[in-house]
């Protein structure tokens, strides 16, 4: 297997990913999409998802900037320091995040 840049499509032809992939899925360099065309996601992937880069809201605006975990058991990436922005594209927070485990 080689690192290829590809237009990944939905089986109705909408643009979900363009980038580098490794074994046909994103990895490198790249862009996810919404369903409505604008970026959901664009940075550099790996085989978890997105591990630095940008989140947006459907709307277009920023929602994180930074980066994100890098799992190695369960579960996607998630962010873990940057930045966070509203729906408005006002900053909220800037620095770094944790994740609490409910214990019930």
Known sequence: MKDEWKRISSDDGRLMYEGFTFGGKPHGAGTTYYENGNKYQEG?????????????????????????????????????FGTCYDEKGNEYFYGELTVRKNHA
């Open 44 to 80: 550099v992937f790996d085989a978890k998802g997105l591990a630095y880069g940008r989140e947006y809201y459907p709307n277009g605006n920023v929602r994180f900037e930074g980066a994100y975990s890098i799992q190695k058991g369960f579960g996607p990436n998630y962010p873990v």
